[in-house]
């Protein structure tokens, strides 16, 4: 059974930073990406960032680019968001997915597993 556990969100005021993580568990193969995404009170949900399997390849929305950075450890079968200069656009539930094969996709239907979502609030 695949376990997606996001961690890592708070209040924080404009201009700081997170950082998400998100622990994977029970993958079958060693071949998967990852990605983030988020959703607002009243909004759909909107793809944040992607990595591929290797780490070599990394996707941002445009509202995000810049500011954000994705990684991975694939030692510890984890992913990163690191938030900087964040806004309060930004405050959305924030949710990792997983999806098996290499490549990274902005697609939230691509995406086979997900984890329970994290809150991040930014105060103005």
Same mark, same amino acid.
């Not at 929305?61 to 810049?66: E, F, M, T």
């Given at each position: 059974q695949v376990q997606l556990v996001e961690s890592g969100g708070g209040l924080v005021q404009a201009g700081d930073s997170l950082r998400l993580s998100c622990a994977a568990s029970g993958l079958t193969s060693s071949s998967y990406a990852m990605g983030w995404?988020? *959703?607002?009170? &009243?909004k759909e949900r909107e793809f944040?960032?992607?990595?591929?399997? =290797?780490? =070599?390849?990394t996707l941002y929305?445009? =509202?995000?680019? &810049?500011r954000f950075t994705i990684s991975r450890d694939n030692a510890k079968i984890t992913v990163y968001l690191q938030m900087n200069s964040l806004k309060p656009d930004d405050t959305a539930v924030y949710y990792c997915a997983a999806k098996y094969?290499? =490549?990274r996709s902005s697609s939230g239907d691509n995406y086979k597993y997900?984890? *329970? &979502?994290? *809150?991040?609030?930014v105060s103005s």
């Open positions: 995404f988020r *959703q607002a009170p &009243g944040v960032a992607a990595i591929n399997w =290797s780490g =070599s390849g929305a445009d =509202s995000v680019k &810049g094969g290499s =490549s997900w984890g *329970q &979502g994290t *809150q991040v609030t």
